[in-house]
T-cell receptor
């Protein structure tokens, strides 16, 4: 579990502000993912990356952006275009796309 | 794309009873089916998984069954305990490798009453 970390644990966003959520893994996994979790909605995929310098949109990518400049890191930016950002955000990684995923502890984003 | 339906959304049982959670999937090419447990405020963690070449897998009090023909798989928890209370997610994907991303069910909130 300690192999994948997220920070911060709680994040507050003001109107019109972009915020960035950090996700780091030392598991040497190729694939990384970002999910959004809302009550009763399960896990919804925002973005995923199968390899460094490559990423793909998930089911709810609008208002979010990512980068994958290093294998260990996959930060998520919640832009001001995301009108309802309050949620629990989970990062995950896996050795190869589609295999068992290992989740980070999550970041709870709240809007002021 | 893949679609995973999970039922029930909430399950309440007495301690010691059994609990069963069912999932159906749409893509017959899916061949890997993990189950995750998420305690309140915590991260999801894999508790058991099954691949399509196996019909059943057990690990102590938990078991998973897979019916490829009907495209459904189930999680069985026997002798439930209060610490089993959590949200359980099923998922379906192709593995190993490939570019297919796991699709998750919406989750089942299991409540075990002492």
């Amino acid at each position: 579990d300690g192999g994948i970390t997220q920070s911060p644990k709680y994040l507050f966003r003001k109107e019109g502000q972009n915020v960035t959520l950090s996700c780091e893994q030392n598991l040497n996994h190729d694939a990384m993912y970002w999910y959004r979790q809302d009550p009763g909605q399960g896990l919804r995929l925002i973005y995923y990356s199968q390899i460094v310098n490559d990423f793909q949109k998930g089911d709810i990518a609008e208002g979010y952006s990512v980068s994958r400049e290093k294998k260990e890191s996959f930060p998520l930016t919640v832009t001001s275009a995301q009108k309802n950002p309050t949620a629990f955000y989970l990062c995950a990684s896996s050795p190869q796309s589609g295999q068992t995923q290992y989740f980070g502890p999550g970041t709870r984003l709240l809007v002021l | 794309g893949e679609n995973v339906e999970q039922h029930p959304s909430t399950l309440s049982v007495q301690e010691g009873d059994s609990a069963v959670i069912k999932c159906t999937y749409s893509d017959s090419a899916s061949n890997y089916f993990p189950w995750y447990k998420q305690e309140l405020g915590k991260r999801p963690q894999l508790i058991i998984d099954i691949r399509s070449n196996v019909g059943e897998k057990k690990d102590q009090r938990i078991a998973v069954t897979l019916n490829k023909t009907a495209k459904h798989f189930s999680l069985h928890i026997t002798e439930t305990q209060p610490e089993d209370s959590a949200v359980y997610f099923c998922a379906a994907s192709k593995a190993p490798g490939g570019s297919y991303i796991p699709t998750f069910g919406r989750g089942t909130s299991l409540i075990v009453h002492p």
